[in-house]
């Protein structure tokens, strides 16, 4: 696991590094961007991939490439909570441009569709439908399946 997720993070960072040179201010990884996307396995031992959303390693290489670009990046992220029993979240991670962790948001619906379903993974978000305010511009994240139900997008609006 250490030598694969190495390996994406290596990548990213050249990915950011022409971003941040092309004078891109805000960067938007995919879901999961970590680890391979592998909720369809129904292994759970991708959990292994979980990390804090605060001060996880993924978070501290994000933040000194927002310091160093002075970019905002959202990192969506298979969170560990050891606060709340090392439960497993799908959660987006902005990071400010001058590096700090300005908020989360947790994957507020999770697809159950035939024999597929990801709470095999991680638990339904707790975190509502924030709007976090950045240096360029206000930013609502909708994980994936959200997308798919009208109500999000409103609240979202409505925040």
Known sequence: MAE?????????????????????KIVCMQEAWTMPFAFCTREKHWNAFGESAEKGPT????QGL?????????????ERDDAHGETIWNTAVVIGN???????????????VGDFNESTYYMEGNTGHPVFETAYSKIAINICYGRHHP???QAFGMN
Do not use: C, E, F
């Open 66 to 78: 927002a310091r160093k670009y002075n970019m905002v990046i959202i990192s969506p992220i298979l």
């Open 59 to 62: 978070t501290q290489l994000l």
């Open 151 to 153: 109500m999000n997008w």
């Open 98 to 112: 001058n590096g700090n962790v300005i908020g989360k948001h947790r994957k507020n619906h999770i697809p159950r």
């Open 4 to 24: 694969q997720r190495q390996a994406i993070y290596d990548r990213v960072t050249d990915l950011i590094d022409a971003a941040g040179q092309a004078g891109v």
